[in-house]
């Protein structure tokens, strides 16, 4: 059974980058068919997806977030991570790592009740 773990920094200063990373226990991230997924929820807010980094090191990125974002992975590690950068206060959220099937259309992955898998989430909260 896939578990996802997330871990970040807590607290950060606007324009600061972000860095996130799920660690991946119970199988490996270059398994195929699996797609790994970062996705958000600000508070009021549904979720959104930011990114996704498939089996075989593919990347997609949500338009909203395609030019501040990264999504990386270190597969002697397995883990996969996140660097968002320039964040402001509006960038609080609770973040979050999930994983589903993979899918060949990038519109797919915005379906985020096809997941089936989620870590718990980590705060990140952007304050002065």
């Known amino acids: 059974q896939v578990q996802l773990q997330e871990s970040g920094p807590g607290r950060v200063k606007p324009s600061q980058t972000v860095s996130l990373t799920c660690t991946v226990s119970?199988?490996?991230?270059?398994?195929?068919?699996?797609?790994w997924s970062w996705i958000r929820q600000a508070p009021g807010k549904g979720r959104e997806l930011m990114a996704v980094?498939?089996?075989?090191?593919?990347?997609y990125y949500s338009p909203s977030f395609e030019s501040r974002t990264s999504i990386f992975r270190d597969t002697s590690k397995n883990q996969f991570s996140l660097q968002l950068s320039s964040v402001t206060p509006e960038d609080t959220a609770v973040y979050f790592c999930a994983t589903r099937d993979f899918c060949s259309d990038y519109k797919c992955y915005t379906n985020l009740n096809e997941y089936d898998t989620w870590g718990q989430g980590t705060q990140v909260t952007v304050s002065s």
């Open positions: 980094i498939l089996y075989d090191g593919i990347t």
């Open positions: 119970g199988d490996s991230i270059t398994t195929g068919y699996y797609a």
